[in-house]
């Protein structure tokens, strides 16, 4: 593969932000689009203004419904950020999500600690394999516990929490956090927003702590790393760069979770996420390429992310936006243009994609060609749905489709007049396509048109 090619790949990072419901996850996107100069005015959920948050029912409820796509810019690097819904009727969008993601940032509330939605979604990430580092938010609440966090992370996920930073202070007294790799306390400026940091000596009443935990972290790193292991038991210096080279193999291995703290709405711990992002988590070319049978063979292909290859993407989401069909694609090899065709093995159709569109929350930007290791829009594919893969009809490949669970819960539903019938029908059809986990039907013996999803709360958007 060419050099710039695969400079832009390496500089990737495609990621999803899971959590439970009200642990700041949205909160933490946000201001991750504000540093990296994506939004100029930092929505907040709770005045019904976060950028992530944009369909109408979620800035009145606050919580996170659709995975919405943006990309941003941080420090040379491209970041896709997947948002991704924390309340359990919506597992449907962390799953797809989670298909196409190669790392993800676990967001835990410092009072709440690992919940049950947490699990699930952890879990769900372990089954796919993916990387991930944590972010204890809202040290600046009541009753916020760093070490209580550390330990339901070992126990309830059966993770390894790499330590990185200390919290300085907590609650009404947070103020920053302790850097255990520079060994320096980072303090954010309120009349900045946080957008301005500076780094100071550790406090001396935090010295030895923070000594304690640095030779913690070494250990760890040195059971996995000969080298650091050499130069540990040498007592020999170990620089910055050898010890983000071996947390970052360590992380894509799937040994540990970086993990970081902050208070996302008071703009502190911010940065540093960012940069761990970039230094931490896999880029497409980090992780094992992706698998699909050959149709109508038994033969197995691997496709690798080399933008020279042949094209093949995933849909992992359809949505209707103002009466068309919007579909996200994960781009996993080969490049395609706007206006192109594209083949779809499992219709045996092949659709012509007219516009490709790189996705801020609910802005857009068209782009005329997409290549392996992006996540996009295509408007004008009519067949295509979730779970489908695209590709090109003369090097065809399946992808395994995503798995949805069965939907719950059922009730029934009217027209509020009679001749709204077929409408009502059509509408739910549209639902249906955009969200396998929802279903409906006539009931043959009462000819009332029942609908089921996931819970009372995915029923009634």
Not at 12 to 20: E, K, L, Q, S
Not at 261 to 289: E, F, H, M, W
Not at 351 to 378: P, Q, T
């Amino acid at each position: 593969m060419a050099n710039a090619p695969r400079q832009k790949l390496s500089r990737t990072r495609n990621i999803g932000i899971i959590a439970h419901i009200d642990a700041g996850k949205t909160t933490v996107t946000e201001r991750i689009l504000y540093y990296t100069g994506k939004v100029h005015k930092m929505g907040e959920v709770h005045d019904g203004e976060a950028t992530m948050d944009w369909m109408l029912e979620e800035k009145e409820r606050g919580i996170t419904i659709t995975s919405a796509v943006t990309s941003c810019q941080w420090k040379g690097h491209n970041i896709n950020i997947i948002d991704t819904p924390g309340h359990v009727d919506f597992t449907i969008e962390v799953e797809r999500a989670l298909r196409v993601l190669d790392g993800a940032i676990g967001v835990f509330c410092a009072v709440g600690g690992v919940e049950p939605q947490s699990e699930t979604v952890w879990h769900q990430a372990d089954r796919y394999k993916v990387p991930k580092i944590a972010f204890v938010n809202k040290m600046d609440r009541l009753g916020a516990d760093f070490f209580r966090v550390v330990e339901m992370i070992k126990e309830r996920l059966g993770a390894t929490p790499l330590i990185l930073q200390l919290p300085w202070g907590a609650e009404s007294n947070f103020q920053g956090v302790i850097d255990l790799i520079k060994m320096r306390a980072i303090y954010w400026k309120d009349e900045t927003l946080g957008a301005d940091f500076e780094e100071l000596p550790i406090p001396p009443e935090l010295e030895d702590q923070a000594a304690e935990y640095r030779d913690k972290l070494l250990e760890t790193l040195a059971d996995k790393d000969d080298s650091i292991m050499e130069k540990y038991l040498a007592e020999e210096d170990i620089s910055d760069d050898e010890i983000h080279k071996a947390i970052r193999k360590a992380t894509i291995d799937l040994e540990f979770v970086p993990l970081l703290c902050g208070a996302a709405l008071r703009n502190k711990g911010i940065q540093p996420l960012i940069d761990a992002i970039v230094s931490y988590l896999p880029s497409p070319l980090d992780i094992p390429p992706i698998v699909g049978d050959i149709p109508d063979s038994d033969a197995k292909e691997p496709r690798k992310p080399n933008p020279k290859g042949p094209f093949s993407a995933l849909v992992f989401k359809v949505m209707m936006d103002q009466g068309r069909k919007m579909t996200y694609l994960r781009i996993y090899s080969g490049k395609v243009s706007a206006g192109a065709q594209v083949y779809n093995p499992r219709k045996k159709a092949k659709e012509k994609l007219a516009r490709l569109l790189r996705m801020h929350s609910n802005k857009r930007e068209r782009i005329n060609e997409a290549s392996a290791g992006d996540i996009v829009a295509a408007m004008g594919l009519k067949l295509a749905s979730t779970g489908d893969t695209l590709c090109s009809e003369d090097k065809p490949i399946l992808f395994e489709p995503i798995e949805f669970k069965d939907p719950v819960i059922t009730m029934a539903v009217e027209p509020k007049k009679v001749q709204d019938h077929d409408r009502l029908i059509e509408a739910l059809n549209k639902l249906a396509d955009e969200d396998p986990t929802f279903k409906h039907k006539i009931d043959d013996e009462t000819g009332q048109i029942v609908i089921s999803g996931m819970g009372e709360l995915h029923l009634e958007v």
